[in-house]
């Protein structure tokens, strides 16, 4: 099993990225399928997931509006769409699957097991 994140980078505030996670060795649309970020120091965070039970989609509240997610299940690959960066949005993102969660109410790496390397994302000027 393996993740493989990219896309990351340094965009200034306002701009935008799209982040990739390929898998291999698992099939992305049996699972719930998430990004995830953190800031050093700070606990790891629940940004956006696809539920496996019923392809319902979960936005934290501070990305709400300006992130997507989603997934090429053809490419067996997921992608986040992030527009209108700020600051604040500095991170390592990390993207997960699980076989466990089902559906998301809140996003927490809990029973998040396949993880990918992580990819650095710098919003500044």
């Known amino acids: 099993v393996q993740l493989q994140a990219s896309g990351g980078g340094l965009v200034q505030p306002g701009g935008s990225l799209r982040l990739s996670c390929a898998a291999s060795?698992?099939?992305?649309?049996?699972?719930?399928v998430a990004w995830f970020r953190q800031v050093p120091g700070q606990e790891r965070e629940g940004v956006a997931s696809?539920?496996?039970?019923?392809?319902?989609?979960y936005y934290s509240d501070s990305v709400k509006g300006r992130f997507t997610i989603s997934r090429d299940n053809a490419k067996n690959t997921m992608y986040l769409q992030m527009n209108v960066l700020k600051p604040e949005d500095t991170a390592v993102y990390y993207c997960?699957?699980?076989?466990?969660?089902?559906?998301?109410?809140?996003?927490?790496?809990?029973?998040?097991?396949?993880w990918g390397q992580g990819t650095q994302v710098t919003v500044s000027s």
């Open positions: 060795g698992l099939a992305l649309d049996q699972l719930t």
């Open positions: 997960a699957v699980s076989s466990v969660v089902l559906h998301v109410k809140k996003l927490t790496p809990l029973n998040f097991y396949d």
């Open positions: 696809i539920s496996s039970r019923d392809g319902s989609i």
